[in-house]
Each structure stands twice: as structure tokens, then as C-alpha cells.
């Protein structure tokens, strides 16, 4: 079976553009949770959704936004990027309470 | 603040030992533990999960949990050197889908 798919797998962005990240969770898993991983560091849980709707949310920016969209498939939409956002961004989905991550995005903003 | 403390290592073990990984955690409530593993610049792979005291075995891979301790393991049999990765424990407070709470990780080094 196919594994979560994230879009794209690296970006570079300079510093106050914006960015959109893509994910596509495994077929019928209608949770979807977003993690940023710095360098050396665990991954923070950012944002998630259940059925398109916000479930949770963690230390997202309010520089940040995200939405999960009708065919379950969510986008992370970055604002006036900084330099500290440089990081890996996951996308994991559920249908019960084990996480599947996606392969993330590297995100470099200079 | 809940916290999930790990030995951020590394944790060197000769290839065939057995490697112990262990994971202490803040949240008295917590029902979900699951062990990840994550090479250099990949993505977390989940390993195992546990929900109830006692271990659980999957292959080579031995989960342990002991909540009135708060505390779970990770023991990982005949190690190999593609084992050699960062293990992270993590922990939700509901049995359903819920945010992961992640340790920082240990680093195993596995050597031939």
C-alpha cells in the first residue's frame, strides 16, 4: 500500500516569501497531523485535522495556516518566512492512534 | 509540561547484543506509547506500539511498559548494524488518535 506522499521533498525559499507544503495521507486515513524537526531536535507537533476539521493544535505560528481538504489531502501554508523556520516538515496520518509519517519536506529559507 | 525524557546517548552495542532503550514519561494519564526509529534526514518509521502493562514482541523487537513506573522500553535482539539509527519514544495521552509527545532520542550505533 502506498505511504503517505508529501510534495514537494525540498523548497527553498528566501526570507518573507511564502511557502505551501502538500501532503496525501494513506488511502481512508482521515487524520493528518503536521511535526517541524530542526536540526538535532524531536519533532513538534504543529496542527492536525479529522475529517477537514482542526483537531489540535501545538506550536504552530500564527505565521502558519493549514486546511485538510475534501479528499483528505492537507496543505501547510507558510507566511513571511524566517530563517528559524528552515527545518524538516512531517505530514503523518492515522485511522487509529499509530502515526505514519510521510517522508517530509526540507525546507531551507536563506 | 508534559515531558518524555530519553538517554540521548549514543548507546554502542556490538553487532548480536542485545540493545536496551529506555523512556520515561511525565503524564500520569498517557494510554498510547510507540517507539520510532529515524536514520540521518529520513522520516520517523514506527517500530511498535504498546497500550497495556507487560511487554510485547514483534520479531527482534521487545516493547515493555510500565505505567505505575512511567515508564517504557525498547529491546532490540541479535542488534545489527543497519539498527544503527536515533530511537524516539513517543506518547499520547488517548487510545485514539491523538498528538504525539516525542522524546528527544536515543542514537544507537550498532557496530560490526
Known amino acids: 500500500a502506498a505511504g503517505v506522499i508529501q510534495s514537494p521533498r525540498h523548497l527553498i525559499k528566501e526570507k518573507r516569501e511564502t511557502a505551501t507544503l502538500k501532503c496525501y495521507p494513506i488511502s481512508r486515513h482521515d487524520t493528518v497531523y503536521w511535526y517541524q524537526q530542526g536540526p538535532g531536535q524531536d519533532p513538534q507537533f504543529l496542527i492536525s485535522f479529522y475529517e477537514k476539521m482542526q483537531s489540535d493544535k501545538g506550536s504552530i505560528p500564527d505565521r502558519f495556516s493549514a486546511q485538510q481538504f475534501s479528499d483528505y489531502h492537507s496543505e501547510l501554508n507558510m507566511s513571511s518566512l524566517e530563517l528559524g523556520d528552515s527545518a524538516l516538515y512531517f505530514c503523518?496520518?492515522?485511522?487509529?492512534?499509530?502515526?505514519?509519517f510521510g517522508p517530509g519536506t526540507r525546507l531551507t529559507v536563506l | 509540561q508534559k515531558e518524555v525524557e530519553q538517554n540521548s546517548g549514543p548507546l554502542s552495542v556490538p553487532e548480536g547484543a542485545i540493545a536496551s532503550l529506555n523512556c520515561t514519561y511525565s503524564?500520569?494519564?498517557?494510554?498510547?506509547f510507540f517507539w520510532y526509529r529515524q536514520y540521518s534526514g529520513k522520516s520517523p518509521e514506527l517500530i511498535m506500539s504498546i497500550y497495556s502493562n507487560g511487554d510485547k514482541e514483534d520479531g527482534r523487537f521487545t516493547a515493555q511498559l510500565n505505567k505505575a513506573s512511567q515508564y517504557v522500553s525498547l529491546l532490540i535482539r541479535d542488534s545489527q548494524p543497519s539498527d544503527s539509527a536515533t530511537y524516539l519514544c513517543a506518547v499520547s495521552p488517548y487510545s485514539g488518535y491523538s498528538t504525539l509527545t516525542f522524546g528527544k532520542g536515543t542514537m544507537l550505533l550498532v557496530s560490526p
Open positions: 503523518a496520518s492515522s485511522l487509529t492512534s499509530e502515526q505514519f
Open positions: 503524564d500520569r494519564v498517557s494510554q498510547s
